[in-house]
């Protein structure tokens, strides 16, 4: 069975295309799958044959998950990671039926996006120093943050050529691979050309100046992360639109840590990561009138039922309204 993994693996990276961090998470969750299955079977590992991968195995390693306190929504996604690698033998020819496809997914819990309003966004994306080149950096992330709901990796992982400030469009690709156009609005554009400037400078004089940008910005952990010797470009020759005070393209890591140090300093809301500014993108787009299609492409959601629980956070502030306001909504079913 380790053969057959690693193959699949492979598969995943090549016919697939996915990014690493999802062949690592079906690597995780098939590990535990296999590990589950032999020890059921009383043999090693490496003893497990495809046929052990039967319907009892997968419903007694998702049981197994239970007992341990997992969420719904980590089953449904071992599942569907034990599926795709069932799917991928039947094909290969490896075993004559697929398991996976008799057992049903686990109903997932309803759970509310965490969001900011649409005054706390103002006040976040006004929190960065804007007479700082740092400052005026994390002003255009966060501008174009909510400006285009795009995802933390997406952000990083654009290039100076990816952004059109005329048209104010930006070329994203999102997960798998896939491309999308993006739209973003005036304020993002003064705010990416005021960086633009600080842009060129930091990368033209790179390490030499660190320290100086490194005063007159403020904190910024990414060049922790890049290593002592600027690069203009990354390895693939890319030119990163947003780079750290070194000059070279911000990490992940680093732009989660600053945009929770802003949201605390600016909201009393716990937990608001990046992530909850791609969900105040979509829910205000759809208070606003937006419909759920639309905001599915700009998301690049694959599927609409992902974008559908932007529903559910509008439900619940119609539910809100209408405790506030029914004459009959009152713990003694009248208000007065």
């Known amino acids: 069975m380790t053969a057959h993994l690693k193959a699949f693996l492979q598969f995943l990276r090549l016919n697939r295309n996915v990014s690493a961090h999802t062949v690592r998470a079906y690597e995780s969750d098939l590990v535990q799958l296999l590990e589950h299955a032999a020890t059921e079977r009383g043999v090693k590992r490496t003893a497990l044959r495809p046929s052990h991968l039967d319907r009892t195995a997968i419903r007694g390693f998702l049981a197994r998950v239970h007992e341990l306190g997992q969420s719904r929504a980590t089953a449904a996604r071992k ?27 686990p109903k997932r819990e309803v759970r509310m996006p965490a969001h900011l309003s649409e005054a706390e966004m103002v006040a976040l994306i006004s929190a960065p120093a804007g007479d700082r080149p740092l400052g005026r950096r994390d002003r255009a992330i966060l501008e174009l943050f909510y400006a285009s709901g795009l995802r933390l990796s997406e952000l990083v992982g654009l290039d100076l050529d990816d952004v059109n400030l005329s048209a104010r469009m930006v070329r994203v690709l999102g997960k798998g691979g896939k491309p999308r156009l993006v739209p973003f609005n005036t304020s993002t554009v003064t705010a990416i050309r005021a960086y633009l400037k600080d842009r060129e400078l930091i990368v033209r004089e790179g390490p030499a ?33 947003f780079v750290n005070y070194r000059g070279t393209r911000l990490t992940v890591r680093s732009v989660d840590r600053f945009v929770r140090r802003y949201a605390a300093a600016t909201s009393t809301r716990i937990g608001i990561s990046p992530h ?61």
Do not use: C, M, W
Not at 80 to 86: E, K, N, S
Not at 283 to 307: F, K, N
């Open 276 to 336: 909850a500014l791609r969900h105040s993108f979509a829910t205000h787009l759809l208070r606003r009138g937006a419909d759920l299609r639309s905001i599915q492409e700009l998301l690049g959601h694959a599927r609409l039922s992902t974008t559908q629980r932007y529903t559910h956070v509008d439900a619940a502030q119609l539910l809100e309204v209408y405790n506030k306001t029914h004459p009959r909504a009152g713990r003694s079913g009248i208000r007065n």
């Open 79 to 105: 599942l569907a990671a034990a599926r795709t690698f069932l799917r991928y033998l039947r094909r290969e020819g490896v075993i004559d039926s697929d398991p996976g496809a008799l057992i049903g997914t």
């Open 209 to 241: 100046k660190a320290g100086h940008y490194r005063r007159s910005g403020g904190r910024d952990s990414g060049g922790r992360h890049s290593g002592s010797v600027r690069l203009q470009a990354d390895r693939r020759g890319r030119e990163p639109l």
